[in-house]
């Protein structure tokens, strides 16, 4: 059978508020995850894995936080001569759509001049947020045979979150309803935010909304109930394992599950293996004569001297002698001193953590230290160092 020409968009510019201070410097998708990936490894790995070669990641939040890491799509085998990894940053022009997107809608309507001239049978668009794995090579191919304008792929999550994002109600496969982050939702089942479009249909669409609205936002407000409506979306149902990281509670959770064996999602899977763009001169993990390691994730040359309990220590980072670390998230290149205590926690890149200092507590909320920052008081549960003001 003809492969579909598809073109992938990577939605990789938003601010990440919710995730605070793990995102005051870099991009969401550039966040680290278990120790040794990136959230962007995600569904760059998606792409790799379902031999889908033409990505665009539209950027805008702190590029430069992801643009070292993307390495030119190398890690993905995406640094094609032709086609490949394509990085889309805001522009100037003279045809109203340069600047800043203002949400996802936004960033596509921008760049359909370029959608158009490339010229796909289909455009796959998701956001870097999530942790799982998806086929999109299949989710193209059943969207080419339904004839649809779209396809939605759903997901059913707890019925207090579901208002987080854009509800569905279905009939079979064909959406019904769609409501974007309703106060009181119909359903559980939730738009994942990954999306097999029609572009010429679609992208006449946004066309339309700008023309009538002068603004577009994001895909949820207009342009899927628009689409719901006159019966041109359709849902391909997930029912694997995704989970939205995108606040500081679900990402300590999410780490959490990773330490069950067998993990819900195995980044090393030969038949879907999560890439990234690694060290890969870096040494083994070590733990010294006398440290006790239980129930955790050591990251390539992590150095372990005190004790890990139910914890990640990601890439690099050190827990030295009498320290302690429980149910916690050590990202890489963080150091927790001789005597500290690092309880309920989440630690960023090349943090330090000074002798003696207690960050969080057991049962408590979780507590946040951000990037590069040193520690030389107690940060209590659900405590934030450094405090920053609103922007």
């Given amino acids: 059978m003809k492969r579909v020409k598809a073109l992938v968009v990577v939605l990789a510019g938003g ?6 201070l793990l995102t005051r410097e870099r991009a969401k998708p550039a966040v680290s995850f278990a120790g040794t990936h990136r959230l962007i490894d995600f569904p760059l790995s998606n792409c790799s894995n379902a031999g889908l070669s033409d990505v665009w990641i539209v950027q805008q939040f702190n590029p430069i936080s992801l643009s070292d890491h993307l390495a030119n799509g190398r890690p993905w085998d995406l640094d ?58 299949a989710v193209v191919d059943e969207h080419a045979e339904s004839g649809a304008a779209i396809t939605m792929v759903t997901t059913e999550v707890e019925p207090g979150d579901a208002g987080r994002y854009g509800v569905v109600q279905l009939d079979g496969e064909r959406v019904t309803d769609y409501v974007y982050k309703p106060d ?31 603004e577009l936002e994001d895909l949820g407000q207009e ?36 330490l069950e064996h067998p993990p819900p999602i ?5 038949a879907w293996p999560v890439l990234t ?15 006790r390691v239980e129930k955790s994730l050591l990251a390539t040359a992590a150095t372990v001297a005190g004790t890990v ?37 989440i630690v960023d890149d090349c943090v330090r953590v000074g002798k003696g200092v207690r960050i969080g507590e057991a049962g408590g909320d979780i507590a946040l230290v951000g990037l590069q920052a040193t520690v030389e008081e107690d940060v209590p549960a659900g405590g934030r160092f450094p405090e920053v003001e609103d922007d």
Wanted: hydrophobic share 40%; no cysteine; aromatic share 6%.
């Fill in 277 to 291: 763009h690694a060290a890969s001169r870096r040494e083994s993990a070590r733990v010294v004569e006398g440290a």
């Fill in 184 to 214: 009181e939702p119909a359903t559980n089942v939730i738009s994942n935010e990954v999306f097999v479009l029609s572009p010429e249909e679609v992208l006449d669409r946004l066309d339309a909304i700008a023309e009538d609205s002068g």
């Fill in 266 to 270: 195995d980044l090393d899977d030969p």
């Fill in 309 to 345: 309990e139910r914890s990640v220590i990601g890439r690099g980072a050190t827990v030295e002698e009498g320290a302690v670390v429980r149910d916690s998230v050590v990202l890489p290149g963080a150091v927790v001193r001789s005597g500290a205590t690092v309880e309920r926690a």
């Fill in 80 to 137: 094609r001569t032709s086609g490949g990894l394509l990085t889309l940053q805001p522009r100037m022009g003279h045809d109203g759509r340069d600047g800043f997107p203002k949400g996802t809608a936004d960033a596509l309507w921008r760049n359909a001049p370029m959608i158009r001239e490339f010229g796909p049978e289909a455009v796959v668009v998701v956001s870097a947020d999530a942790v799982y794995k998806l086929d999109y090579g």
């Fill in 223 to 258: 342009l899927l109930p628009q689409l719901v409506d006159a019966g041109r979306a359709r849902a391909h149902p997930f029912t694997d394992y995704w989970r939205d990281v995108g606040t500081i509670e679900a990402f300590h959770e999410t780490h959490m599950e990773q």
């Fill in 15 to 20: 601010a990440g508020g919710r995730l605070e």
